[in-house]
């Protein structure tokens, strides 16, 4: 496709110019581009968000479509041969993920736990590569048959590393030649999962887990949720679970979860706080989780609190009783004891204790906070930052407008007026991006775990979910943007901020689709490389997976010339609204070397 400066060059100087004359335009056009200041690596500069001036805005616009002509006139005068593709990484890094470098973060004085946590600022810029699959790799099995049987090639697991585990992951996992089979009921601490999470259910006052939805519980935050299988149990019944576990090398959570077509993303509980809002979720749920909740003054404990939404619940189940006297015995009852008495401070009841398992429930009673001692935990002030600040000692009362009992909740992700105007969206506006969910056209039988790198209001979430679609997709609400992440969590679907000049927390080849409607020029006034966007998306992407993007021309060139880089397939359509939007659909190849 010939942008419409290019046909009127055509015009003046016939088919095809002479290459000195390109030649020259080329030089021209860097030497433009230098001379007014051009001090990025790459064609969108980084500039604040302040206001600047009309005049500078429009430099900007004039530069990013002279950059845009001058990659068609070197691909022009170049005979339309292809730019440097970019060279493969090595077999060492197949499973890399940014930002978890524990002996980085050790060297860098990170210490007492801190050392696992996440530390983007600890990467150093390397060379650009592609992470390649490893030589056993094989597409996922189509859903519902890939939540039940993995390709065992696919995920960092060895057969002696299986062999060398406990007595539960034999009872939820069997290993055959080259895959991993799930048992959908058993492994989890009572005779299976439907029974465990039947017992929940029971101990909260229900007849069965069916009235889950009922009681306001449909949003699920699993602590360490080992390979997914409550997870697994939770959407058969129509709720969202995010399962979050650290980073592992091998035998992870979240790279098995995630292959089973789960909802999951890497997360600690350490020194940070989780990159979601105050109020986020119905229900958090820790399983032999390995949280050690007595410690740092109850600040983990805080996290949770935040987290949970006034009436939501607090399930942990600890491990096994010991015999009594011996040392695992004496560490869970020294941890439970604690736990009897912290819950009262922040406005917590234990409502049930059955076996192993215990349940608090955050209060609905807003007198609650005012009634309590003074020594107890305190009533935050000022904003509520989630994005990766430290643990805060204090907790949010129900000043915030948002503090709503999860009874009192909608149980439809189609938001009523009058809760669209606590997240002050306009109904117009949220039907508007309802509406403007493009055809993603990929194939859907190729698709389970979709990322939406920037969800607005979760509209292509909601256009799946109409279309009865078997995906589940991650919202991504950049930290930059307007933070719709409340809205969403609101709605019923899985969300988290991010700051896509970062690697995103998660394992290489997890998702089969990622969508982005305007985020390439939203990112044109950030500090980030638009080549290190697409290195990152092909490492999350995986092989024959899909991009869809859309967005203005200049940005959907610059990507498509990207895409060409990093070896995929594009395809940019002109949707022939007469708008200067268009859509750029690539695809990336299965490549072993």
């Given amino acids: ?80 041969s292809r730019q440097r593709e970019l060279g493969f990484c090595g077999k060492e890094i197949e499973n890399y993920v940014p930002c978890y470098n524990v002996t980085a973060n050790l060297l860098s004085g990170f210490k007492d736990g801190e050392e696992f946590d996440r530390h983007c600022e600890v990467v150093g810029q390397g060379k650009w590569c592609l992470i390649r699959p490893p030589k056993d790799y094989k597409t996922p099995l189509q859903w519902p048959a890939g939540r039940d049987v993995i390709w065992s090639g696919n995920v960092k697991i060895t057969k002696d590393q299986f062999l060398s585990s406990g007595s539960m992951t034999k009872r939820m996992m069997l290993l055959e030649e080259n895959q991993i089979a799930f048992q959908s009921d058993a492994g989890l601490t009572f005779d299976g999962v439907k029974d465990y999470s039947r017992q929940i259910a029971e101990m909260m006052g229900l007849g069965s887990d069916s009235e889950f939805l009922q009681a306001g519980v449909r949003t699920v935050l699993d602590i360490g949720c080992g390979f997914g299988s409550f997870g697994a149990h939770l959407v058969s019944i129509k709720l ?40 986020s979720f119905d229900m958090v749920h820790c399983a ?24 939501g619940y607090f399930v942990l189940t600890s491990p096994k009783s010991k015999p009594h006297g011996s040392a695992t015995g004496t560490k869970i009852r020294n941890m439970l004891t604690p736990l009897e008495q912290f819950p009262e401070k922040i406005c917590w009841s234990l409502i049930a204790q059955q076996d192993e398992t215990f349940i608090w429930q955050k209060t609905v009673d807003a007198q609650c906070y005012s009634s309590r001692k003074q020594n107890d935990v305190p009533l935050c002030k000022g904003h509520d930052a989630s994005y990766y600040q430290a643990l805060s000692p204090c907790i949010i009362g129900p000043s915030s407008k948002r503090w709503i ?60 979910l109409e279309e009865k679609k078997s ?67 092909d490492r999350i992407l995986r092989p024959e997976g899909w991009v869809v993007l859309y967005d203005k021309l200049g940005a959907i060139e ?32 299965f490549l072993t070397k």
């Fill in 1 to 80: 496709m010939r942008s419409p400066w290019l046909n009127k060059l055509s015009v003046i100087l016939g088919p095809r110019p002479p290459v000195s004359w390109l030649f020259l335009c080329v030089v021209s056009l860097l030497a433009l581009i230098t001379v007014f200041g051009s001090s990025s690596s790459t064609s969108f500069d980084s500039v604040t968000s302040t206001w600047v001036p009309e005049s500078y805005k429009n430099y900007r616009r004039l530069k990013e479509q002279a950059a845009v002509d001058y990659f068609e006139l070197r691909t022009l005068s170049s005979g339309a």
């Fill in 240 to 279: 969202m679970a995010l399962c979050i576990a650290g980073y592992e090398a091998t035998g992870s959570q979240v790279q098995l979860a995630l292959e089973r077509g789960l909802p999951a993303m890497i997360g600690n509980f350490i020194t940070r706080q989780l990159p979601y809002p105050s109020f």
């Fill in 288 to 311: 032999q989780c390995g949280i050690p909740w007595d410690k740092k003054e109850g600040m983990l404990l805080i996290e949770v609190d935040r987290l949970l939404k006034p009436g």
């Fill in 405 to 464: 009992p999860i009874q009192n909740r909608s149980s439809s992700s189609e938001l009523s007026s009058a809760e669209l105007a606590l997240h002050g969206v306009s109904p117009e506006d949220f039907f508007e991006d309802l509406q403007g969910a493009e055809d993603p056209l990929p194939p859907f039988n190729m698709v389970r775990n979709v990322m939406d790198m920037n969800a607005h209001y979760g509209g292509l979430n909601a256009a799946f």
């Fill in 471 to 537: 995906v589940w997709v991650m919202n991504v609400v950049p930290v930059t943007s307007r933070n719709m992440l409340p809205l969403i969590l609101d709605r019923g679907f899985p969300g988290v901020l991010h700051d896509w000049c970062e690697p995103f927390p998660t394992y290489p080849r997890t998702y089969d689709m990622l969508h982005a409607n305007g985020l390439l020029s939203h990112l044109s006034s950030e500090r980030c490389s638009l080549m290190d966007l697409f290195v990152e998306m």
């Fill in 558 to 589: 610059l990507a498509r010339a990207h895409a060409t880089q990093i070896r995929w397939g594009a395809r940019v359509i002109d949707l022939q609204n007469g708008s200067d939007q268009r859509l750029l659909i690539c695809q990336k190849p």
